[in-house]
C-alpha cells in the first residue's frame, strides 16, 4: 500500500461531491486534473494507476496557507498568555537564539505533517535557515513559497548581510529546481527594515520575478511609531519604496485605514488576514475586510506562526475570520462562509502565484477529500457552512498535491518518526536555552 | 470488544498522565475513581475487569457544556451570515414550527454523540419536547440537566401552560429514575418571561431544589428594552424575581455592567460564556470575564446551540474564550489556558451541581483521553496550553462517563445508525417545512 504515496500516478477519484454534485476526479500522471463530472469514471477507469473511493466525502481544492513561520512549531505551547514585547523578549527571542539548522528542519517537518493533515497543500514562510525548511517541504510534498526574514534595523551594515542572505536563499532555491518550492522576498516589516532595505527587496523581487511577503500594520503602536519616525502611514511608506505589488503578501493588515485599503486595492495586493493571532495577541482591532474587498485587494488567509496561533488548521482559521469580521465590524453578515473558503483557496493560490484553489481541468491536482459520515457535517444542510463553522482540519481524511497521494484514509507514511524527531529536537532546544 | 461499551465495571486506566505526571487510575464497579496515581496499577490489576493502555496519553476530567440546546444539531447549516432578526424569523422559527419528538430524539442524539467524541460528558440543555432529549441522554449514557423552555410573552394564560409543563418534564425527569439525569427550571429569558413567570420558576426551583436556566443580556438591545420596560437593568430584575441563586446558570451575559457582575458574584450564580455564538451573531460585546471572576461568580463555559456555533467542541470553545477576551478587553494576559480549561471542567460541573470535573478519589469517573503523539500535541511543553491553544475535539481517543466507556480509541458504538437517524429526521424536517 505504501508504494501508493508520493508518486507520480494516474488517479480516479469516484464518486465523490464537488460544489454540491456527485462526481468523479481523473487526475493525470503529470500531476493536473485530466477530468472532473459525472461519467469521468467510464471514461478513466482504464488510465488510472489507483482508483480512490470518493464515496463519502467532500472533494476541495487544496487549502493555501498565506502567512506563516513554519519552524516555529518546535515552540509550541512554550509561552502564551504574555504581553506581547514580554513574550518575545523573555521567551521567543532567547529560544530563537539557539535554533539550528536541524531545528528549522524538524519543526518545518512537524509543520508541513500538520498542514497535510488538516488539508493545506501550500504555504508562504517566512524565517531563517530557509535551506532546511526547503529540505523539508520538499521531503512533505507540499508546496511552498521560502522567504528570508530580512531585518535590518535601519543598520547599513546588517542591511548588506541581508541582502546576501536573500540573494542566497533565491539562488538556492532555484538550484532545487523543484516546481512545488519558489522564493520570495522577506522583508519583515515597515518597523524592522529600513526604506532602502525596503527598497533593495522590491527591486530584488522585481528583477527575479518573486513574489514579497512582509507584516503590515499588525499593531497600533507600529503605525503610531511609523508616522512619528516616518511622517506618514506604513502602507504609505511601503508603497514608496515598491514594495506593494500583485505579488506582494501583507499579512495582519489589521490597523489599516481606508484610504490605504484602497491603496493596496489599487497595487493588486494580497491581505492575508490572522484572525486567531490578532485575538490572541490582542491587537485591538480586526481586519477591515470589507474595505479591503470593496477596494479589489485579494483577501486570502493564513495562521500565522504556530508560538502564536496555536496550531496550522485553516479550517479553523476560516471559521475564526468568519465569526471575528462580523463581531468586530458588528454586522452577522459580513465574510459569510462562501468568502471564508474563498480565502482558504483560490484567493490563496493566487496570492502565492499558483495555479491551483480551484478544481478545474487543465490545473495542478491540489485536492483534500473531508469525510461527509461525521458529526460535524450531520446534517449536510449546507457543505460550505458545515466545512467553514462546523469541521476542523480532522474531517480531512484524504490529501493530494500536485497529483501525489500525500494522506490517504488519514495515514500519513513516516508520521511516527516526524513527531518524535521534532520533539526530540524542541527538548533538546529548550535544553541548551536553559543551560546557557 | 462491543461488550465493554456502556458496562458499570472495574477499570484501570494504565500508564496515563495527569496533571504532567505519569500515573494510573482504577475506577471502581460503582462508577467513582478509586485511586489516582503511580503504582495504582499494582494494587487494582486484580479487580480490574478491563485495562486501557493510557501510554501516549493525558488525562483530563470530562468536559461541562454548561449552555446549548442539543436537539438543533438538526439545524446545523441550514441558515448562517444573517441578521438575528431575519435568520430567527425566516429560517429557525419556521421550522422549529414543524419539530416533532423524534426530531429532538434524533438531534439530542446527534448531539451526544458529537460531545462524546469531543470528550463532553455533561451539558446543560434548554429545549421542548424534553422527554425525547431525556430518552436520547439515557441511551447515549452522558450526563444532563434538562429545562424545558419557559416562555410565556407576558401572556398569563401561556403562563400557566409553561408552568404546567415545566412540572411535567420535571415529574418526568424524576420518574426516569437516571442519576445521570436531572432537571432544571428554564425560563428562557428577561425578555420573553414575566416577572409572574420568573418568579414562578424561581420558586418552584426552590421547592424542588432544582437548578435555574436562563440566558441573560445576550444583546445590547434586549438589555435597553428591559430599561425601557421595567426601569432596571436585566441582572436587577432577576434578582428581584428570585432568579439569581448559586444554582442558576445565566448564559451569555455579554452586556453585563459591573455592578450587575457584582451581583451575580454576591449570589453564587454560573455565568456560562458563549464566546463563538456570540461572535457569529455579532452582539458587539464579550462576557466581561475578569469582573465576574473578580466577584466571585462562577464562571464557566458552553457552546450554545448547533444552530449558532455550528459545532458542539469544547475545545474548540475553550479556545476561543481565551482569545477573545484578550482580544475585545485588550489584554494578552487575560484567561489564560489553564483558567480557561477550570471554565470546561471544574467549574462547569460546580455551575451544574456535579460532583465532577475535577480527578480526585471519591469523585464519578467522568474521565477523557487525549492523544498525545498527534501534531497538536507535539512538542509537549506544555500540556494546559496544547489542550487549549492547539487541540480540538479530534484529539480526545476515549470517553468515559460514570465509569462506563463511551468511547474506546475513537470507536463510539451504533455511531453510524445514529448519523443516519439524524440525517434522515433532518431532511424530512426541511420537506414538512418547505411543503407547509
Redesign the interface.
Known sequence: MDDIFGRQQAILIADVQVNGKNADIFVRDDGTIGAIGEGVRKQHTGEADIIIDGNGAIALPGLVNTHTHAAM??????A?????QD?LSQKIWPLEAHLTPPDVYWGTK?AC??MI?TGTTAFNDMYFMMEEAARAVGEAGIRAVLSYGFIDLFDAGKREAECRATENLVRHIRSLDNPRITAAAGPHAPYTVSPDGLKWCAEFAREEKIGIHIHLSETEKEVNDCIAQHGKRPAVLLDECGILTPRTVAAHCCWLDEAECTLLGKRGVSASHNP?S???????RAMPWHWLKDAGANVCLGTDG?AS???L?MF?EAK?A???Q??FW????????QEALAMATANGARGLGLATGRLLPGTPADIILVAV????N??????M??IV????G?AVETTICDGRVLMLNREVPGE?EI?EG??AA??DL?RRAQSS
Open positions: 512549531s518546535l515552540l509550541r505551547g512554550y502564551d498568555d504574555m504581553i506581547l513574550w512537524l505533517l500538520e493533515r486567531t490578532n485575538m490572541k495577541l490582542a491587537t485591538n504556530c496561533n496555536n496550531n488548521d479553523e475564526t468568519a465569526i471575528l462580523k463581531f458588528n454586522n452577522p453578515t459580513l465574510l459569510p462562509a459520515h461525521e458529526a460535524c450531520t446534517p449536510l444542510h449546507n457543505a457552512s458545515n463553522y462546523s469541521c476542523n480532522g511516527k513527531l521534532a520533539s524542541a527538548a529548550v
